[in-house]
């Protein structure tokens, strides 16, 4: 049963949750990077798709709302007789549960942010600082066909970018769901639909280049090799027994593995490590790594997310992603937002008459701006983007 308020608007019956935003935060969880599906398409309305169905979700400051459409594109179907009625109900009632359910494992709920966020506020103060102002930023548990998928399409790529591709892989591949206005839904695909022999060809048609050989011959290699419960099944393995055997699929690599140990394998441990993490950890922890390395090596990887699991403990992985978020282009209205709110230190105003608190933007991040002569000299260079 539904145990929460239903708010009926129009004809639509929506069901809650309660969640506090310091819990989740959904403009901030649903853009991050960390799933490519979700579309705003009305104020603080998301729409996507979760365990094969559509979703709406909303939310007020203590409420999580939704509303999942049935393939007829609304809740509940025409019939009218009384048996097909009661019938209905009984059926409507166990969705409802279902549906909670699968709501409370997708926002892994269970998992209290508020005190995590405490935990490593006193741990960080860097992390304090930041937090403030991004609250509710929540690790999802995708499922691990859509995230391995997903974050193979990441490689040099851009978050608006991959978010392109992986509904052109949907469309292109997936079941359909339901239509809504002009949108049709579609389901993210199967295994057996992405290892067809002709989908390299079908993707790289649509834009996908190199990583359309890559997305078909994973997907190949998990069913010819391990089968289709394989990469599920690796929830129940160890973390980096789990990251090494993701290493062993074309096209994924160690940041790959990491984010998909991470966002849909309950690796709350896996930091993934890229030059962004890097330069996080260069500019505002002071890290430096021993003997001066200039690549992102195994080393550096291990080093990195051994610093940040050491200060953050067992959920550094869902520390990392509050810290990434942050350091996201779209986001840093909300940092200028509250530093205009709050009057700024001495040092700070200081900082800024001399120039030094400068900053650009590049490859969806805040990065800081070079001297002159060092970004002459880098334009000169070829550029290589990261994966986001
Ligand atoms: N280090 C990280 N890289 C990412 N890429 C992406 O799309 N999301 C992330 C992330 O959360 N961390």
């Not at 559509?54 to 179907?77: F, K, P, R, S």
């Not at 996908?208 to 890559?214: E, K, L, S, V």
Request: glycine fraction near 8%.
């Amino acid at each position: 049963m539904a145990k929460h308020a239903v708010l009926s608007s129009g004809a639509k019956l929506w069901r809650s949750l309660p969640c506090a935003k310091s819990e989740l935060r959904l403009e901030l969880t649903l853009a991050c990077g960390q799933t490519f599906r979700w579309r705003e398409n009305a104020d603080g309305h998301w729409t996507g798709v979760i365990g094969g169905r559509v979703w709406t979700l909303t939310q007020t400051e203590d409420t999580l709302w939704y509303y999942v459409y049935t393939n007829q594109g609304g809740a509940g179907g025409e019939n009218s007789s009384e048996d097909s009625l009661r019938a209905e109900s009984v059926t409507a009632s166990h969705h409802s549960e279902v549906e909670e359910e699968m709501l409370r494992d997708y926002f892994q709920l269970h998992v209290k942010l508020g005190d995590l966020y405490k935990e490593w506020g006193a741990a960080d103060s860097h992390f304090k600082k930041i937090s403030d102002i991004f609250t509710g930023v929540r690790m999802l548990r995708q499922d691990p066909t859509e995230c391995l998928f997903s974050f193979i399409c990441t490689s040099n790529n851009h978050i608006s970018r991959i978010q392109g591709m992986v509904e052109r892989l949907c469309q292109a591949l997936g079941s359909p769901l339901c239509q809504l206005d002009q949108t049709s839904y579609h389901d993210f695909p199967t295994l057996s639909a992405l290892a067809d022999s002709g989908v390299e060809e079908r993707l790289r048609d649509l834009g996908f280049g190199y990583r359309a050989r890559f997305l078909q011959q994973s997907a190949k290699q998990i069913l010819d090799t391990h089968g289709p419960q394989w990469l599920v099944g690796l929830r129940n393995v160890p973390y980096l027994e789990a990251r090494d055997s993701l290493r062993t699929l074309p096209g994924v690599g160690t940041k790959v593995a990491d984010c998909v140990c991470l966002m849909c394998l309950d690796k709350c441990e896996a930091v993934p490590v890229d030059t962004h993490v890097w330069q996080i950890a260069k500019r505002d922890y002071k890290y430096t790594s021993d003997n001066g390395q200039k690549t992102l090596t195994e080393k550096v990887h291990r080093d990195i997310g051994d610093f940040f699991r050491k200060l953050w403990g067992p959920y550094a992985g869902w520390a990392h992603s509050v810290l990434f978020c942050a350091d996201l282009k779209k986001f840093q209205h909300l940092k200028e937002m509250k530093s205009l709110k709050q009057p700024q230190n001495e040092e700070e105003r200081e900082g800024e008459c001399k120039g030094l608190k400068v900053k650009r933007e590049f490859d969806g991040h805040e990065k800081k701006k070079k001297p002159k002569s060092e970004r002459q000299k880098k334009a000169k260079m070829s550029v290589k983007t990261e994966e986001v």
